[in-house]
């Protein structure tokens, strides 16, 4: 019973630790997506050569954010990056230093902001969509 009670405890904290670590995405949630910079372009985003040995799909998400610099600077990301110094938007995911190469939340905002960029799209029609899947 001492064994159970233990893991019960400790489930029970586990999750209540992880319903806190949201807490900062759900402050950042409708947001503060940024005004995209006149000008904006992909100069920053890694290069193919840096990102080529994460894997195929790796490299396909960073060539979707080089195509779409100027719709991915005016979304906010829900995975944290938001805390990081220099972090301004969803396209500095994918600059050096950025979460762009192993999180899903950063990948999955750029597959759906390509994906409905590229159906026609607004922007505010994309921030929308990516408020209501990852808000």
């Known amino acids: 019973m001492g064994q159970e009670h233990s893991r019960r405890s400790f489930l029970t904290l586990a999750l209540a630790g992880f319903g806190i670590s949201l807490i900062p995405n759900r402050l950042f949630a409708g947001s503060v997506h940024s005004e995209p910079r006149k ?3 992909a100069s920053l985003v890694l ?3 840096k990102v080529a040995k994460y894997g195929k799909p790796v490299r396909e ?3 979707m954010i080089r195509e779409i610099p100027e719709v991915a600077d005016g979304i906010g ?3 944290g ?9 969803l396209l500095t995911c994918f600059h050096e230093g950025g979460r762009g ?3 899903p939340i950063c990948q999955g905002e750029a597959k759906l902001a390509y994906r409905r960029h590229k159906e ?3 922007l505010d029609q994309i921030r929308r969509a ?5 808000g």
């Open 101 to 103: 190469i192993g999180c």
């Open 61 to 63: 998400v960073f060539n």
């Open 130 to 134: 990516i408020d209501a899947r990852f």
């Open 81 to 89: 990056c938001h805390t990081r110094d220099g972090y301004r938007s």
């Open 120 to 122: 026609g799209q607004s």
């Open 39 to 41: 000008g904006i372009d």
């Open 47 to 49: 290069p193919d050569e």
């Open 77 to 79: 990301c829900y995975c």
